[in-house]
């Protein structure tokens, strides 16, 4: 009888941890980070390096399930919870918006799954602005429209709303980059500017409360992948992707101190 009571004892504390092991498994905050092959030269566009250390970055932070893919996931079940997706890849409005998969984009935003986007991604060709405008419009909050206009400098990167939570723990600081001109900023708010070297402001980071309850955010910068080496870069992003997933951000920002193996640039492929 005694060993019976322990048996019982046993297999009811192994049906509690399991449990508690189930419940915090769907308890977490699952993040969908979307990158491509490559398009452009060696070091810069370097999608799907980028998001993976992103993803990477994301979960240092409890409770963070990070979802890498290349291209848009194959699989239906691979969408179940997700809280916001992270695109960095060409022009996110024609990837989003003309695929296979537009009616599962529609579906997620309606329900208002977050929304990052980086650099060319924060964009829209400018042949489909007309046809593509209005909904890109109402996922992200503001454009670019490619190619209207790009210079490449250095610049200090300022902070137009300090107090926001994407630009907790980390300060201004020089930040060289492809800046893209004259965004179309309409429902969001303005949240990064840099200044050109013709002396005008540009915004190049912007943030949307979505009706839907969903929240947004685009930056255009992102260009060269030495920019993801730095900390204060990686933090302002992983910042954006905890604020569209309506995680709390830390007053010190997110955690982002990966290692250096996990910042290295893989060696460029022979052709």
Not at 42 to 51: E, I, K, T
Not at 192 to 215: M, S
Request: aromatic content about 8%.
């Amino acid at each position: 009888m005694h060993a019976l009571v322990i048996r019982c004892s046993a297999l009811t504390l192994a049906l509690l941890v399991s449990g508690q092991a189930l419940a915090q498994e769907k308890s977490k905050t699952r993040i969908l980070f979307l990158g491509k092959d490559p398009d452009h030269p060696y070091g810069s566009h370097m999608y799907m390096h980028a998001v993976g250390v992103l993803a990477k970055c994301a979960e240092l932070t409890p409770g963070i399930e990070a979802v890498v893919s290349n291209g848009w996931p194959k699989e239906a079940k691979t969408l179940a919870e997700i809280k916001t997706m992270l695109v960095y890849t060409s022009p996110a409005a024609e990837f989003l918006l003309e695929g296979e998969h537009r009616s599962q984009v529609d579906e997620m935003m309606k329900k208002g799954v977050g929304l990052v986007t980086i650099h060319w991604a924060s964009s829209i060709y400018q042949k489909n602005f007309d046809r593509l405008g209005s909904s890109w419009l109402s996922y992200l909050g503001g454009t670019w429209v490619s190619n209207v206009g790009l210079s490449f400098g250095k610049s200090k990167l300022k902070q137009l709303n300090p107090d926001h939570s994407i630009c907790r723990g980390w300060k201004e600081y020089e930040i060289e980059d492809e800046f893209y001109h004259d965004p179309v900023i309409k429902q969001a708010k303005p949240l990064l500017q840099v200044r050109a070297r013709n002396g005008k402001d540009i915004v190049v980071g912007w943030v949307y409360q979505r009706p839907d309850g969903g929240r947004s955010f685009g930056t255009t910068l992102g260009h060269p992948y030495k920019n993801f080496e730095i900390d204060a870069f990686r933090r302002m992003i992983v910042n954006g992707i905890l604020w569209s997933a309506h995680v709390e951000v830390p007053q010190t920002g997110a955690p982002v101190n990966v290692g250096v193996d996990v910042l290295a640039l893989p060696p460029e492929k022979k052709k």
